[in-house]
């Protein structure tokens, strides 16, 4: 998922009418014709016939992406293909860190310019209070849906990046095992703040993006507050709706500096033994706190401090 700027979209009155009628959909028996074996196949089409319905569809397709929408002003043809310069980009970057899995399956992307549209995608799980995620990638149907209403349009490429990220980590990385929601999220967020080369491609280790300033301003209220910032805390987070709530502008920016730090604090002593925690995480499905301490060789006061010292040093492009 991808937050926004304030952490979620406003509570309007569409929005909630929306939740509503969703979550009464949920509730209702599905026919037995209805039913598909294939989960992925039933959504693109459901996706496919939403898009479609639009005057202005388009559609434009890479090597390895497809990015569909009803919104005149986004331009198809130019988000794959950053898509497609991004995915070149990740899988060089996991080169000698651990070892991934290519996939040929073709990564579908819609981008609907209504709430109503970009809904009939979402999950069915509860909603995490007032926490509506402007883009979203679901691990079963292996989709990416985002909503231009919640995205400033100059921030669509950053967001294409979160959700793609989130695709190419579950289908090269961890073979669509779920995983702890800081991991997830602070790997999705990891891509997507790292700074552009001016040249289509992607500047390893530098912070750029439009979400990176606010981000570094709440790991300052983070760091300052009292009691003290623990990253124990974070670690311990397993439950999505705690992740997810009222918090989940502090959480994002928690698991991007922790993702950041263990790839490039101390001139990146803790990478490789980040690298096999994750190989373990894929392995196994398990990511506990005390796996993460001994892949890294700190303990939670360790980490705490490496994330606070590295976090304070971050200068965004």
């Known amino acids: 998922m991808a937050g ?13 009418e929306e939740d509503q009628r969703y979550q009464e959909r949920l509730k209702q028996p599905t026919p037995p014709d209805a039913v598909s074996s294939n989960p992925r196949e039933a959504v693109v089409a459901a996706a496919d016939k939403l898009i479609r319905d639009s005057k202005d ?42 070892s991934t899995t290519p996939s040929e399956d073709l990564g579908r992307v819609y981008v609907f310019s209504t709430f109503h549209d970009y809904n009939q995608l979402l999950t069915g799980g509860a909603l995490h209070g007032a926490f509506r995620p402007a883009g979203h990638y679901n691990l079963v149907t292996d989709v990416v849906a985002l909503y231009l209403g919640a ?9 294409l990046v979160h959700e793609g990220a989130h695709m190419l ?13 800081w991991l997830a999220e602070g790997l999705a967020a990891y891509f997507e703040s790292t700074a552009r080369d001016g040249k289509g491609g992607f500047d390893t280790g530098a ?56 790839f490039h604090a ?22 506990s706190p005390d796996m993460l301490y001994e892949a890294v060789g700190l303990d939670a006061a360790g980490l705490t401090a490496l994330v606070a010292a590295h976090a304070r040093g971050i200068a965004p492009r």
Not at 75 to 97: P, Q, V
Not at 266 to 287: C, L, N, Y
Request: aromatic share 10%; charged share 25%.
């Open 4 to 16: 926004l700027p304030a952490g979620a979209l406003a509570q309007t009155d569409e929005h909630e």
């Open 57 to 98: 569809y388009t559609s434009k397709s890479t090597a390895h992406w497809q990015v569909r929408t009803d919104d005149p002003g986004v331009d198809a043809a130019a988000s794959a293909a950053m898509l497609e310069s991004f995915r070149t980009w990740f899988e060089s970057f996991w080169k000698g860190r651990l």
């Open 151 to 159: 995205i400033d349009r100059a921030g669509l490429p950053d967001t």
């Open 169 to 181: 980590i579950a289908r090269e990385i961890l073979h669509g095992r779920p995983t702890a929601p």
């Open 207 to 262: 912070v750029g993006g439009r979400e990176a300033k606010p981000r570094l301003r709440e790991l300052k209220k983070i760091l300052d507050a009292k009691p003290a910032w623990s990253v124990g805390a974070l670690l311990e987070m397993d439950d999505p709706h705690g992740f997810y709530g009222e918090r989940s502008q502090a959480n994002y920016a928690a698991a991007w500096a922790l993702v950041h730090a263990l």
């Open 266 to 287: 101390e001139g990146g002593a803790h990478a490789a033994g980040f690298a096999r925690f994750i190989t373990t995480a894929a392995a196994t499905g398990e990511s």
